[in-house]
């Protein structure tokens, strides 16, 4: 079986995808791709000798031959599109967040279900083959029971302030897969959220609204304590680690660096940086979740990443920042 794809947004991350199926996945093939500068969808056709190229993704949904699409589109256009998408019975892989509003997620994954189609979110992390390793570790109890997990994660740089006006801003932009990582790691749910925040980077960030400085500390249902801290700016790179403790022992991860060089001299010891984005950092997991998600519909299994796990976050994006507005701890049930 070979699935027909067609891919919706042919930016950053829409052209990675692409070449992941053109490239790495012989039981798929992309048969169309749409962005609405037809400019853009008319490049990564072209280069990767894709047959349509289409400014009106609908054109996609209305092939009675494309058996998948992938949602790579703007973050305001992914509630449509999947429902759109699930109604014309193509299986689906959608890039977080689903919506930023907890009701409109909730009528999407109604659609979704009620469609019967296969619907898998983008939370590419799971699949970094290092942080897949502490989950298995904490599933096959080597460190015990959890008590307590931290997750670090700052970026290099803020994103353009256009960005962050549109983004849903920093819990639902940037924390989302820390929260994702959190349920993956810990295996159950969150019950109560605290949020301290600030804005320490740029004050054009708090004009839109936004901070760009954050630690969320989670109580899970099952007594794990976690605390999760963001930055926007990191000037020495994009610091992705997880440390968690257990009562037989803990686990921790290191930032990837691009080379495994260490210098030494009299004057000092020292190495190159660490990889400087996403892109670079987590190149791998992105091909392990497109795979993942075409042997879903190959095999007809169950997506690894699915409606629950796409809502969760966000409702744990929620309290976050209600908790930052109201100076306090927030119950989950509170929001959602």
Do not use: W
């Amino acid at each position: 079986m070979t699935v027909r794809v067609g891919v919706i947004g042919a930016g950053r991350i829409g052209k990675v995808h692409a070449e992941t199926v053109t490239y790495r996945i012989p039981e798929a093939r992309v048969v169309g791709i749409a962005d609405i500068k037809e400019e853009s969808a008319r490049c990564v056709a072209e280069q990767l000798h894709i047959p349509l190229a289409t400014r009106d993704y609908r054109e996609i949904l209305r092939d009675p031959h494309v058996d998948a699409v992938l949602v790579c589109s703007s973050t305001d256009t992914h509630a449509t599109i999947i429902t759109e998408a699930a109604q014309a019975g193509k299986h689906i892989f959608a890039e977080k967040p689903i919506d930023l509003s907890l009701a409109r997620i909730d009528e999407v994954l109604a659609t979704v279900e009620r469609a019967g189609v296969k619907f898998q979110v983008g939370f590419n992390r799971r699949f970094d083959p290092t942080f897949a390793r502490v989950h298995q570790a904490i599933r096959d109890g080597e460190i015990g029971d959890v008590h307590l997990l931290h997750i670090i994660s700052r970026d290099p740089a803020p994103p353009p302030i256009e960005y962050v006006k549109v983004s849903g801003g920093i819990f639902l932009d940037m924390m989302i897969h820390d929260f994702d990582m959190a349920r993956f790691l810990v295996g159950a749910e969150v019950e109560e959220v605290y949020t301290r925040a600030a804005v320490r980077v740029d004050p054009a960030i708090g004009e839109a609204g936004d901070v760009d400085t954050a630690v969320v500390m989670l109580t899970f249902t099952n007594g794990v304590i976690a605390t999760i801290d963001n930055s926007r700016r990191a000037v020495y790179g994009y610091d992705q680690r997880v440390e968690v403790l257990g009562s037989k022992g803990g686990i921790t991860t290191a930032n990837v660096f691009p080379n495994e060089v260490t210098v030494s001299t009299a004057e000092h010891v020292r190495r190159d940086l660490p990889l400087n984005f996403f892109m670079d950092r987590y190149t791998e997991s992105y091909e392990r979740e497109i795979r993942a998600f075409i042997d879903a519909i190959v095999h007809d299994k169950p997506v690894p990443v699915g409606a629950a796990d796409g809502r969760a976050p966000v409702l744990m994006g929620l309290a976050a920042r209600k908790s930052l507005d109201e100076h306090r701890p927030v119950k989950i049930s509170e929001v959602g």
